[in-house]
C-alpha cells in the first residue's frame, strides 16, 4: 500500500488559515469561545486534542457550557447504536443555544459522520448543524471553519471523502492538565472484525515514523505527563505498513530509555498479533505498565471465525498462559460481545469458561449492536433482545465474583501506585493506579498528585481498591 502523507505545503496553508483567523479573532473585545464534547474511545480523545490545538491557536479558548460558545465541536463514534442515539439527541439539543446565539457554528464530525447514511441524517434532519467533516479531514478543520466564518451569506459545509486515510504530523495538540496523556501510535484498522464499523469509518491502518512517535513521547514526559497510553486500534501490527522492520516492541524500548519516572500503557492489542516478542519486551522494559487489555469477545471457536477474529478459543487460552508465563504478576483485562448474530446458549457457555479460566481482573461487556453495512448485520439473529440480555446479566454476575475474589487478592499488600486524581469527596479524596490499571482510592494530600507513592491496600470492592499511604 502507498503510505500518504499530507503534503508540507498542504500542512502550510491550514497553518496560514489559522494565523488569519487567530488574527481576526484577536479584534474581538474577548477571546471567542468553544466547547468541544467527545465520543467514543480514546483515539477520539486524541483526535480532540488535536481539534482543540487548532482551535486554541486559531485563538479560541475553552468552555464547557455550550450556551456561550461561538462553536460548538461534536466529536463522534459510531461503534454501538446506544452511541449514536445518545449523540443524535445531544446533537439536537444544541439547537436551543443555536437559538440563543445566532451566530454559533455547529460542527459534528468523526466516526459518526463518516458514514453516509448519518451524514444525510444530519443533513436533512438537523438544519442547524453548520459543518459535518469525517474523520479523513481533521486536518483541514481550519479550512472547514474559515469557509464559514468569511462566506458573505453563511452556507452549510459537508466534507466527509472516502480516503485510504494519511497522517498528518504537526498539528498543533492541546492537551488536558494532569498526569495521564494520550499517544496515538498508529490509525485505522485491516481487521474486519465481521461486527466492526471502524475499519469502514477509520480507513485502512497507517503507523506514525517511529522517530515521530518517540519525539511526541519526549514532548509528554517533559510536559509533566506521568502516565502515557499509546494508542491503536490494532497497536501489535504497528509497523507492517512501514516495511523497515520496526514492531510495536520496538516503541515499548524506545520510549522506556526516556529519562524520568512514568509509566508506559497500550491499547488496543489483537490476540490474533499478539507475541511472545511483546511479552518479554513488557517483562524486560521496567516501565511498562504489568497491564495487557486483550479483548477476546467469545469463547466459542465458532463464532470466533464468524466474527472473523483469526483465533480459536484454544489459541487463546495458550496466549494468556504465555501472559502469565512470562509476567507473573500481570493484569488481565478484555471486552466481550454478548449475543452476536446465531450465537446459541451452549455457544455462551464458552464465553463464560474462558472468563472461568483465564480469571480478568475486569471486563467491558457489550450486547452485539448491529453496524449497517458489516457483514454481521446480514446475518440470520434468530434470539431476542431478552434472551441475550439474560446471558449479559449471567456473565456480568460471574465476572463481579471473579473481579471481587481478584481484588480482594491484593488487600494486605503494599503496592507502587501513581496518584492521578481528585476523588468524589468523603474520606478518600484522592484517586491512583496500580501498574496493573487497577483504581484505588486514597486519602491525602492533594499534592501528590503526579507522584508515585507506596500503599498498603486496606479494602475491595468488585469495582475498586481502598488504600492507605505509607
Ligand atoms: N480495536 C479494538 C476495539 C475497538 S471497539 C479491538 O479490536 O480490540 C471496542 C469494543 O467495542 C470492541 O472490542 C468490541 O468488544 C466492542 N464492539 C465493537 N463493535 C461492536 C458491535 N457492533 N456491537 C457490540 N460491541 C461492539
Ligand atoms: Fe474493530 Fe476488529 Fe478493528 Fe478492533 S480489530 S477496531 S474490533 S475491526
Ligand atoms: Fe467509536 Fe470511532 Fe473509536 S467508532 S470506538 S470513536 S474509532
Redesign the pocket.
Known amino acids: 500500500m502507498k503510505r500518504m502523507e499530507a503534503s508540507e505545503y498542504e500542512f502550510e496553508s491550514q497553518v496560514d488559515i489559522m494565523d488569519k483567523i487567530a488574527a481576526r479573532n484577536s479584534l474581538l473585545p474577548s477571546p471567542p469561545k468553544a466547547y468541544v464534547d467527545t465520543?467514543?474511545?480514546q483515539?477520539?480523545e486524541a483526535d480532540s486534542e488535536r481539534l482543540r490545538g487548532m482551535l486554541s491557536r486559531m485563538g479560541y479558548v475553552f468552555t464547557q457550557n455550550e450556551f456561550e460558545a461561538d462553536v460548538a465541536l461534536i466529536n463522534?463514534?459510531?461503534?454501538r447504536e446506544h452511541?449514536e442515539m445518545r449523540i443524535l439527541g445531544n446533537v439536537g439539543a444544541l439547537v436551543h443555544a443555536k437559538k440563543a446565539r445566532k451566530d454559533m457554528i455547529i460542527a459534528v464530525c468523526?466516526?459518526?459522520v463518516q458514514q453516509e447514511h448519518m451524514a444525510e441524517k444530519i443533513k436533512k434532519s438537523y438544519p442547524h448543524v453548520d459543518l459535518v467533516f469525517g474523520?479523513h479531514e481533521l486536518q483541514n478543520f481550519p479550512e472547514l471553519l474559515e469557509r464559514l466564518l468569511l462566506a458573505p451569506k453563511r452556507r452549510r459545509v459537508f466534507a466527509v471523502s472516502d480516503s485510504e486515510g494519511r497522517i498528518s504530523e504537526g498539528l498543533p495538540v492541546h492537551r488536558d492538565r494532569g498526569v495521564k496523556s494520550w499517544l496515538p501510535v498508529m490509525y485505522g484498522c485491516n481487521n474486519f472484525c465481521s461486527y466492526c464499523?471502524?475499519p469502514y469509518?477509520?480507513g485502512r491502518e497507517r503507523s506514525r515514523l517511529p522517530e515521530n512517535v518517540i519525539a511526541e513521547a519526549r514532548e509528554i514526559i517533559a510536559s509533566g505527563y506521568k502516565d502515557i497510553t499509546l494508542l491503536g486500534?490494532n497497536v501489535n501490527s504497528y509497523g507492517k505498513d512501514l516495511g523497515t522492520g520496526v514492531d510495536f516492541a520496538y516503541l515499548i524500548e524506545e520510549i522506556n530509555k526516556i529519562e524520568g519516572e512514568f509509566v508506559i500503557r497500550f491499547m488496543t492489542s489483537h490476540p490474533k498479533d499478539a507475541t511472545r516478542r511483546l511479552f518479554e519486551t513488557m517483562a524486560a522494559c521496567e516501565k511498562a505498565a504489568r497491564h495487557i487489555h486483550l479483548p477476546f469477545q467469545a469463547g466459542n471457536t465458532r463464532v470466533l471465525k464468524a466474527m472473523n477474529r483469526g483465533y480459536t478459543k484454544e489459541q487463546y487460552l495458550d496466549l494468556i498462559a504465555m501472559a502469565k508465563e512470562i509476567i507473573p504478576d500481570i493484569v488481565l483485562t478484555s471486552d466481550v460481545i454478548v449475543g452476536f448474530p446465531g450465537e446459541t446458549d451452549e455457544e455462551f457457555e464458552d464465553t463464560l469458561d474462558v472468563i472461568r479460566k483465564v480469571r480478568f481482573d475486569s471486563l467491558f461487556t457489550f450486547i452485539y449492536s448491529k453496524r449497517k453495512g458489516t457483514p454481521a448485520a446480514e446475518m440470520p439473529d434468530p434470539f431476542t433482545r431478552e434472551e441475550k440480555q439474560k446471558r449479559f446479566d449471567r456473565l456480568l454476575e460471574l465476572q463481579n465474583a471473579i473481579s471481587s475474589e481478584k481484588h480482594a487478592e491484593y488487600v494486605g499488600k503494599t503496592m507502587q501506585v501513581l496518584v492521578d486524581g481528585e476523588g468524589e469527596g468523603g474520606e478518600y479524596n484522592l484517586t491512583a493506579r496500580t501498574s496493573g490499571g487497577r483504581l484505588v482510592h486514597l486519602a491525602g494530600d492533594r499534592a501528590l498528585i503526579g507522584s508515585f507513592t507506596d500503599v498498603e491496600i486496606t479494602g475491595s470492592t468488585n469495582w475498586a481498591l481502598f488504600g492507605k499511604i505509607k
Do not use: E, K, S
Open positions: 465520543y467514543g474511545c483515539q477520539n463522534t463514534c459510531a461503534v452511541a468523526g466516526c459518526m474523520t464499523i471502524v469509518v477509520r486500534q
